[in-house]
């Protein structure tokens, strides 16, 4: 099984970026049995959640960080969650990883099972 994200990137203060996600491998095969999160990790700091996304794609949650600013939705059918990143901040800045959990959602990065290499986002002042 494996997670590929992409479209990290370096943009200014008030820029935009759209991360996606795709899934593959045989234990992903049924994408939506799987909650789907963003996470993001800066050097010395704890990987902290960001955004995610229940199963049917019918319930979203953010970090109070980034609510109003970030939007999470996930295809089902082609395996695949994005996260569209607006109002960027320089402290934004951070590796991004998406991850995906069998079962119901949370924000407890411990409970994911499937993490993506990460992205680099860069957002400059």
């Known amino acids: 099984a494996q997670l590929l994200e992409s479209g990290g990137g370096l943009v200014q203060t008030g820029g935009s970026l759209r991360l996606s996600c795709a899934a593959s491998g045989d234990s992903l095969s049924t994408f939506s049995n799987y909650a789907m999160g963003w996470f993001r990790q800066t050097p010395g700091k704890e990987r902290e959640f960001v955004a995610g996304i229940i199963r049917s794609g019918g319930s979203t949650y953010y970090a109070d960080s980034v609510k109003g600013r970030f939007t999470v939705s996930r295809d089902n059918a082609k395996s695949t969650v994005s996260l569209q990143m607006n109002d960027l901040k320089p402290e934004d800045t951070a590796v991004y990883y998406c991850?995906?959990?069998?079962?119901?959602?949370?924000?407890?990065?411990?409970?994911?099972?499937?993490w993506g290499q990460g992205t680099q986002v860069t957002v400059s002042s």
């Open positions: 991850a995906a959990r069998r079962g119901v959602f949370t924000t407890n990065k411990n409970a994911y099972s499937y």
